[in-house]
């Protein structure tokens, strides 16, 4: 089982920027794919981001251009730089990590941070 933590959640002015990270701990799957969801008051969870090891990051159309996930493997640890804030970002962030190990998927979320994007 891996344990994920969240931090950098906050509260934000529009067209401001945050960074979230997730360290992961525990036993790491490779490959592997680490994600950012978020889920809205009264909405479903959605996918935010996601980039598998090695591999090229995707992005929701809501926040292309304006998001970037990356990751370090070394230190375990998924990013996600969010510039250009609008208030329907606000939400609380959820890391995710997908691993498999001898064709069975392990998946793992941490426990989320609150983003708040408000004047």
């Known amino acids: 089982q891996v344990q994920l933590v969240e931090s950098g959640g906050g509260l934000v002015q529009p067209g401001g920027s945050l960074r979230l990270a997730c360290a992961a701990s525990g036993i790491m799957f490779s490959p592997n794919e680490m994600a950012w969801y978020r889920q809205a008051p009264g909405k479903e969870r959605e996918l935010v981001a996601a980039?598998?090891?090695?591999?090229?990051?995707n992005y929701a159309d809501s926040v292309k251009g304006r998001f970037t996930i990356s990751r370090d493997n070394a230190k375990n640890t998924v990013y996600l730089q969010m510039n250009s804030l609008k208030p329907e970002d606000t939400a609380v962030y959820y890391c995710y990590n997908r691993g498999y190990n001898r064709g069975v998927a392990y998946i793992d979320w941490g426990q989320g941070t609150q983003v708040t994007v408000s004047s």
């Open positions: 980039v598998w090891s090695g591999g090229s990051p």
